[in-house]
C-alpha cells in the first residue's frame, strides 16, 4: 500500500485539485484594443488629410498640426466631460473615441519632429515658440473646452 504525499491528497485519500492559474491580464480586452485601433486609424487618417491640405512649409511654424492638437484637446475636453458626468456610454467608446480617434488625430511625435526640423532649419526661436505655444494652448483649451461644457449642460438643465 502506497501513502499519498500530504500535499497532494487530502484526507480521504483524493487528489488534491489542481492550482487555478492567474487570468492574463489581456483576457477579454481583444475588443477593446480593437476599437481603440480602428479608432487610431480614424483619426490618424483624418490627420493625414490635414496635413495635405495644409502642408507645413519648411522653417515655418507648423500651424496644421498646431490647430490639429489644439481642436484634438478641446474635443477631448467636452467629451470627458460628457462621459464622466453626463452620458453613461457603452464600455467601448470611451477607448474608442477618446483614446483610438483623438489619439490618433493629435500628435505628440509629429510636434516633436517638427520641432527638430525647425531646429535642423536654423529656426530655434520658431522651435521654441512652437514648442511652448503648444504646450501652454494645449493646457488652455482643453480646460476652456471643458469649462464651457459644464456650463453649457448646466444651462440646459434649467
Partial sequence: MTVPHPKSADRAGSPAPEPTRAPSPWQGQGAVVAVVALGGAVGA??????SLLWPARTGQFPWTTFGINLVGCAVIGVFMVVI???????RLVRPFFGTGVLGGFTTFSTYAVEIQRLVDAGEPRTALAYLFATLAGALAVVWLAMKAARRLLAWRQR
Fill in 84 to 90: 464622466a458626468e453626463v452620458w453613461a456610454a457603452h
Fill in 45 to 50: 487618417t483624418a490627420r493625414y488629410a490635414a
